[in-house]
T-cell receptor, first 109, second 115 residues
Framework: GQQVMQIPQYQHVQEGEDFTTYCNSS?????IQWYKQRPGGHPVFLIQ?????EVKKQKRLTFQFGEAKKNSSLHITATQTTDVGTYFC?????????FGAGTTVTVRA | DGGITQSPKYLFRKEGQNVTLSCEQN?????MYWYRQDPGQGLRLIYY???????QKGDIAEGYSVSREKKESFPLTVTSAQKNPTAFYLC??????????????FGQGTRLTVV
């Protein structure tokens, strides 16, 4: 099945700063999804990207799909304590949904 | 009230015992999945099912079994053959691939502890 690598595994951010997490694949992806899991909770769908070079924004979150459709990024501006959690990318392939290992974000107030 | 119900939320079992985790959905979604999550780890796919009476092994199926006799239900049995069963288990559904809506919806999870 398709495998995606997420980096970094952990991200410690000062409140108010920006950060980016990346999702990389060795193969071309048909689409990519992003999820957020709050501590103690379950993953919640954020967005799906389908087109090459696609950029979508949700308030302070910017999602991008690479031109070659082999990587994706999530950029958060002006980090807040509500951004704490683990962010996963996921790919749909071979009739199954596979997740990356996630980036766990902690915020220093 | 629509959604995915996993029960119980916490489960304790003795080593060597089989245990079945429940997952019920009333969203009328075709696809259902079981994932395992260990502390600080990602989601690893155990089994998935696209339609009733059909299911496929995921990446870590050894020591687990499932059934899909009804569209609404996809129970997971953790058998005594699973070497390290203590983990957080998540059930998920997808609408259907044909519609193009492939986002997953998750249940609240079951935290299994084997002692």
């Amino acid at each position: 099945g398709q495998q995606v690598m997420q980096i970094p595994q952990y991200q410690h951010v000062q409140e108010g700063e920006d950060f980016t997490t990346y999702c990389n694949s060795s193969t071309t992806l048909s689409n990519i999804q992003w999820y957020k899991q709050r501590p103690g909770g379950h993953p919640v769908f954020l967005i799906q990207l389908v087109k090459s070079g696609e950029v979508k924004k949700q308030k302070r979150l910017t999602f991008q799909f690479g031109e070659a459709k082999k990587n994706s990024s999530l950029h958060i501006t002006a980090t807040q304590t509500t951004d704490v959690g683990t962010y996963f990318c996921a790919v749909v392939g071979d009739y199954k949904l596979s997740f990356g290992a996630g980036t766990t974000v902690t915020v220093r107030a | 009230d629509g959604g995915i119900t996993q029960s119980p939320k916490y489960l304790f079992r003795k080593e060597g015992q089989n245990v079945t985790l429940s997952c019920e959905q009333n969203l009328n979604h075709d696809a259902m999945y079981w994932y395992r999550q260990d502390p600080g780890q990602g989601l690893r796919l155990i089994y998935y099912s696209q339609i009733v009476n059909d299911f496929q092994k995921g990446d870590i199926a050894e020591g687990y079994s499932v059934s899909r006799e009804k569209k609404e239900s996809f129970p997971l049995t953790v058998t005594s053959a699973q070497k390290n069963p203590t983990a957080f288990y998540l059930c998920a559904t997808q609408i259907d691939r044909a519609s193009g809506h492939t986002e997953a919806f998750f249940g609240q999870g079951t935290r299994l502890t084997v002692v």
